[in-house]
Every structure is written in C-alpha cells, then in structure tokens.
C-alpha cells in the first residue's frame, strides 16, 4: 500500500492565538506588522490578514483574558513566521522595527531563507522571513535540504531599501 502524501499544492491556511489583551495584540500585528482587520468578534476575538484574504490570523482571549505571558519553556507555538514575497519587504518591515524601537530576539540566514525573530506582547515567538529563491538553497549529495542557521548581516540586508 501506497504511503499517503499530502497534496502538494497545500498550505497552512492561517494560525489562531490565545492573547492576553485583544487590543496590546492588535497594536503589535496590524498597527507595527501592518495586517488589516478583517472582521471583528465581539470583544474577544479579531481576525487579520493581508491582501484581503479572510484571515491570516485570528486573535482572541476568550480562554487567555489577562492571563500571564507565554512560557518559553512550556509547550505551545514555538513561533508564527510570516513570509513576506522579497528581501526588499524584509528590510522594509526590519526597518519599521527600527524606527519604533521594537526589539528582535535574532536574525538568521538558514540558506533556504533569511529572517529576523520577535516576540508579540504575549511574548509569542514570530518570525519575519523571506524564502531565497531555490535555485540557491543548499542541496546535499542526496537530495536533501541542508538548511543551516548562521548570522543575518542585518546592514546589507537595509542596502536592499536603497537598490
């Protein structure tokens, strides 16, 4: 019997987060990150996208209402990565974290993509990334992937906004 493969034509559709604040959670994803309401559910839930499409994420505290911040050692979301289409969008949205002081956790070129790691209010890991084209992603004499994990020169990547 045939293993089943999941199509390859899938996506993951959007990730839904427990929040503590509703609003302290809309300021981060729509008023920094720039994603637009889409649709509003009571007080306790909101759901954002880009582009229009329904939802990329959804947001709500109806089980989370000022409820302590996520735990970094507990299980859970590791963290929500959001692939923006160029490396210019990359710099562009890295830059925006300058200008409002908002702190990154790291910044990483995997050979496969290139990325930069906040944390939201609830201190919900995110990353900002862009895929390099794969033609350039690293291959192994097998085949396979060899994604890696070194530093993101996070200067040459703002030389983007000037080309």
């Known amino acids: 019997m045939t293993p089943y493969k999941i199509p390859s034509t899938t996506h993951i559709g959007h990730v839904h987060l427990k929040v503590s604040d509703l609003e302290k959670a809309l300021d981060f ?24 499409y329904h939802h ?28 923006y289409p160029t490396r210019k969008d990359l710099a562009a949205i890295y830059q925006r974290l300058i200008d409002h002081q908002y702190p990154i956790t790291g910044a990483s070129d995997h050979g496969v993509s290139e990325a930069i790691y906040l944390n ?9 990334y862009w895929d390099k084209p794969k033609t350039v992603w690293p291959i192994l004499p097998d085949g396979s992937l060899d994604m890696y994990t070194k530093p993101l020169h996070l200067f040459d990547l703002l030389n983007e906004l000037t080309r």
């Open 29 to 52: 994803y729509c008023g920094l990150l720039g994603f637009d309401i889409t649709m509003r559910y009571g007080r306790d839930a909101a759901f954002i996208s880009a582009g229009g």
């Open 56 to 83: 990329h994420i959804g947001l709500n505290t109806w089980y989370s209402k000022n409820a302590p911040k996520a735990s970094m050692h507990g299980v859970g979301l590791f963290h929500t990565a959001i692939l």
């Open 120 to 128: 939201d209010p609830d201190d919900n890991g995110v990353e900002l």
